[in-house]
């Protein structure tokens, strides 16, 4: 099952399966398991070179725009100055290459039949430093910056971390023209094999944009001298050219060389609540593109990616009618997790009962991830209706308040259902044995707790289905997406909503919810 939207990273990838085709122009190592494969053909490309999606394709002939940062002029000018700059952005494009640039999560879905979760649930060696950089960066010994400066840090703060910021600009441009040697050139040896990795996972998910910045100023890692961390943000972008960027924060730690160049020692997993590890941060990836979604798996399970192409493609034609903010998602991005990614991906941890979720990532986007080991060839179409129409649906925040929780995994329901009459719904046997003995009959009580038996959870996901229905027969779908925008969206009482959309008491419906309910099971 799946929440709507409550808050929420790993092992390695399964299989150590090669791609089918050796990586050209810098863009993978040859066996780098990272790679695109193409929606119309299911053929293994390159990573860099990522086909169209089926049905919006870019001819090679015509590259796509991309916005990316410009690399600092020389470092040598940053070493000249102590102030802050701020890289200008360029356009660039490259052949054969498409480029562009803490809430409460939605619930697991059962077992399938698994709930699917809307996962969206409730960072120098002393001697090899030069003196102008160690003159004002002297803190105590919890890394704490010293007394009687600003918060915005000592002019040599700044300086390194423009130092910093400057190589990974560097990186970001690397990045997006296809330069594997460039994106691994700012780091040290040690580094660069989880950065090739990092890199290929990019590659293959069609990154458009990536922009790091650093609000914060550089500090001295305790317990390691002549290391240094500085925490980054990168807002990034799949597939599409200028989309509203996802936001990742990444703990990076660097090395001063002799000359005063500052190299990447490592990058740390994100684990910020709710959303953990990004799939691309730590496992190998094979990935499908279409024209409404992307679906990236394990090198070892590469082979279901045209079936779930094809079936995100159909969930998210679906999805689409639900989005409540009018605009539906740029790409829907569903990862297949095989059993070791399901315990890392994301922080891990979901609910037993749980068969996928949704989880909010900033700039308006949910990922989807379906727990492989769960799901069972004819459950996989409703999961990905369920969960798609959760991306489709939610507020990037989520929602905080758990009595809103049988609206938002109703919706999800009713759009999986899609369209079949309510006596073919798969979970009534389990809605009559909850409503027969175990549920207080308030919608607002309906949520399961994460150790539920699976019987309770699929009555209580059934239960917000039928309500919904209900609504939607009386009122029609617009109405009912009117009252889930003025429930999850403006966050407004459900009593004040319901008298604005519907123009009837709020208890009143709920009664007639609930009697409704009831009658369908008897």
Not at 381 to 398: I, M, Q
Request: net charge negative.
């Amino acid at each position: 099952m799946t929440d709507g939207d409550q808050q929420p990273a790993g092992a390695a990838s399964s299989g150590d399966e090669p791609p089918a085709t050796a990586p050209r122009d810098g863009d993978g190592p040859p066996g780098h398991p990272s790679a695109a494969v193409d929606s119309a053909t299911g053929r293994t490309a390159p990573p860099n070179h990522t086909p169209p999606a089926d049905g919006d394709r870019t001819e090679a002939t015509t590259p796509a725009e991309v916005t990316r940062p410009a690399v600092a002029t020389t470092l040598a000018k940053a070493s000249r100055s102590a102030e802050a700059t701020t890289p200008a952005e360029a356009t660039t494009t490259a052949e054969g290459d498409e480029r562009a640039e803490g809430p409460q999560l939605p619930a697991p879905r059962r077992r399938w039949r698994l709930w699917g979760v809307f996962g969206l649930v409730l960072v120098l060696v002393a001697c090899g430093v030069p003196g102008v950089l160690l003159v004002g960066l002297v803190r105590d010994a919890a890394g704490r910056p010293a007394v009687g400066r600003d918060d915005g840090g000592t002019p040599a703060e700044r300086q390194l971390r423009e130092r910093m910021v400057a190589q990974l600009d560097r990186q970001a441009a690397a990045l997006l023209d296809g330069d594997r040697a460039g994106f691994l050139a700012v780091a040290e040896p040690a580094a660069r094999p989880a950065l090739t990795r990092r890199y290929a996972a990019l590659r293959a998910l069609r990154v458009t944009a990536w922009r790091p910045a650093a609000g914060g100023v550089p500090a001295a890692v305790d317990g390691r001298p002549g290391e240094w961390r500085l925490t980054v943000t990168v807002g990034y972008c799949f597939v599409v050219p200028g989309c509203t960027p996802s936001s990742v924060e990444l703990g990076t730690r660097w090395r001063v060389t002799g000359d005063g160049d500052p190299r990447l020692a490592a990058v740390e997993e994100s684990r910020a609540t709710p959303a953990g590890a990004r799939p691309w941060e730590v496992s190998d990836l094979a990935v499908a593109v279409g024209k409404r979604a992307v679906v990236a798996t394990t090198p070892a399970l590469r082979g279901k990616l045209p079936g779930l192409l094809a079936q995100a493609e159909a969930a998210a034609r679906v999805a689409d009618l639900y989005a409540v903010g009018g605009t539906p998602p740029d790409r829907y991005l569903v990862y297949y997790a095989g059993r070791n990614e399901w315990q890392r991906w994301y922080g891990g941890g979901r609910p037993k009962w749980t068969a996928g979720y949704a989880v909010g990532v900033g700039g308006g986007h949910h990922d989807v991830v379906l727990n492989a080991q769960s799901l069972t060839p004819t459950g996989v179409d409703d999961l990905l209706r369920h969960e798609l129409t959760h991306a489709a649906s939610l507020p990037d925040r989520g929602y905080a308040d758990r009595s809103s929780w049988w609206l938002v995994e109703g919706l999800a329901e009713y759009a999986g259902a899609d369209g079949q009459p309510v006596d073919r719904y798969e979970g009534l046997a389990e809605v009559r044995k909850l409503v027969r003995g175990g549920w207080n009959g308030r919608l607002d009580a309906l949520a399961p707790a994460d150790d539920a038996a699976d019987d309770r959870v699929g009555g209580a996901y059934g239960i917000g289905y039928l309500a919904v229905r209900h609504l939607v027969d009386r009122y029609g779908e617009q109405r009912v997406l009117d009252f889930f925008r003025a429930v999850l969206h403006e966050r407004r009482p459900m009593t004040e909503a319901a008298d604005e959309v519907f123009g009837e008491p709020w208890p009143g419906l709920h009664d007639d919810c609930v009697a409704y309910l009831r009658a369908v099971v008897g």
